[in-house]
């Protein structure tokens, strides 16, 4: 039987190379046909998940797509996208124009459609996935482990949403500056991170954490992570957020056979790129598409069917497919005030960093950690955990301990509280995150 699949999967392989050597991607690059946007025109064999693909492309570079039409009924994938810079002008720059030709032309026709998406081999890192149950403070404790055996995290991304949180972290070996190779240490370091991420949860099926020596696409995978771990399922108390939650309808076209999804809400970057990702992670395929973000709201109109070729077939599936839409957009929403540190990286920085925020009753609600030759860039987003607007005499407190020049305040003035409101719960909870360690639980030495 296995032989059987294996020969299967090898079979569709060579007949998608073949179809697509027989029909190569054309991409057309046009600067002239809007006044105000760089028109990309993408035309290829149709294969499930190529839109994704082209649209993971063009955000991975920053673009912001501003107009799309997707037409892929029947065996051919036809594609324009308006695109401008972050800035709002046209993509003029020939080092990304070529990129683009070559990332969707078709020297690029021979990899796999799920190639800077999917899992490869890494020389570089050990990567480490996290889920489970948000609380203040979750960051700080993560971090604190993987310093004290000797981790150097050198990329992260955390996204929380709806009590619960996620995280991709890339770790090198302090010493060797690789990737940890220990069986038994890797062991030791997932079993603590585990019984952080448990907290104060009964059951262990709550946590979750992954070891591997593998490269994956890091905001793919953390649509996925949060997906598996059913973070679109609404709380009690959700219908607070109803003003906040976006726009989202799922009717079928019954003449076309058609379950037509229709998405309005605030406009932001990569917006697309999460939409397009949860449908096909929950094995949807478009086949005609048209997105208008050229204002503060977007628009996005998709006609789907399941990958069997069925459109939405019950009431629990459509409300289904709307949550899980509604989790995709707010996953990303950067609530709080935004925090952008860059310093000379060092192993232990993000322990230090993020344990000062707990000691001042700050919690992440999002965070980004990068290292680019030698350098820390990190974006984090924070909130005051009593619920109040963050004091500004905490951030500056924070800047003074970290320094002025190295953690700047990059969020809106009105997210910061001009004067001390102190309160019985602003106590309750400093009190809390200053006494929790570590060394209660027996797990690490203290840092403080």
Not at 344 to 373: C, H, M, P, Q, W
Not at 392 to 417: A, C, F, H, Y
Not at 430 to 440: A, D, I, Y
Request: glycine share 6%; net charge negative.
């Amino acid at each position: 039987m296995e032989v059987n699949m294996s020969f299967s999967h090898d079979s569709d392989d060579e007949y998608e190379k073949l179809i697509r050597r027989m029909n190569p991607p054309r991409v057309v690059i046009d600067n002239e046909a809007c006044k105000n946007a760089t028109v990309i025109r993408v035309d290829s064999a149709n294969k499930h998940g190529i839109l994704l693909e082209v649209v993971q492309i063009l955000t991975d570079l920053n673009l912001i797509i501003t107009k799309a039409y997707i037409s892929s009924d029947g065996g051919w994938f036809m594609d324009v996208f308006n695109v401008t810079d972050q800035d709002g002008n046209k993509i003029t720059d020939e080092l990304i124009l070529d990129y683009i030709r070559k990332s969707l032309g078709p020297e690029a026709c021979f990899t796999s459609s799920m190639r800077s998406v999917g899992v490869k081999p890494s020389m570089d890192h050990t990567a480490i996935e996290l889920t489970g149950s948000d609380r203040p403070g979750l960051l700080s404790e993560v971090s604190a482990v993987l310093t004290h055996h000797k981790c150097n995290v050198v990329n992260a991304e955390v996204w929380t949403h709806n009590t619960r949180a996620a995280a991709v972290m890339q770790v090198t070996d302090e010493e060797t500056g690789g990737p940890i190779t220990d069986p038994d240490r890797l062991s030791g370091i997932k079993l603590l991170l585990c019984n952080v991420l448990k907290g104060s949860e009964k059951s262990a099926g709550g946590a979750k954490t992954v070891v591997s020596h593998a490269t994956t696409h890091t905001e793919r995978r953390l649509h996925q992570m949060m997906f598996a771990d059913r973070d679109y399922e609404r709380t009690d108390d959700d219908s607070l957020d109803d003003r906040l939650r976006p726009n989202v309808n799922v009717v079928n076209w019954y003449d076309k056979d058609y379950s037509v999804v229709t998405i309005k809400s605030k406009d932001r970057p990569k917006l697309l790129f999460d939409t397009v990702c949860t449908l096909t992670d929950m094995q949807y395929v478009v086949f005609h598409a048209n997105i208008d973000a050229e204002g503060p709201e977007a628009y996005q109109e998709y006609y789907i069917r399941h990958i069997d070729g069925s459109p939405v077939k019950s009431d629990a599936e459509r409300e289904r497919v709307i949550q899980c839409l509604e989790a995709a957009i707010k996953r990303r929403v950067s609530e709080g005030l935004k925090l952008e540190l860059c310093t000379t990286d060092r192993v232990g920085l993000l322990s230090d960093v993020t344990r000062i925020f707990r000691e001042n009753s700050l919690t992440v609600s999002r965070a980004e950690v990068t290292t680019k030759s030698g350098k820390a860039l990190n974006t984090f987003y924070v909130g005051d955990a009593s619920g109040y607007s963050v004091d500004s005499k905490t951030i500056d407190s924070i800047r003074q301990t970290i320094g002025q020049t190295i953690l700047k305040v990059k969020g809106n003035p009105e997210d910061l509280k001009p004067s001390s409101q102190e309160s019985p719960t602003r106590f309750l909870f400093g009190g809390l995150f200053k006494s929790r360690s570590f060394v209660n639980f027996g797990l690490v030495r203290s840092y403080s």
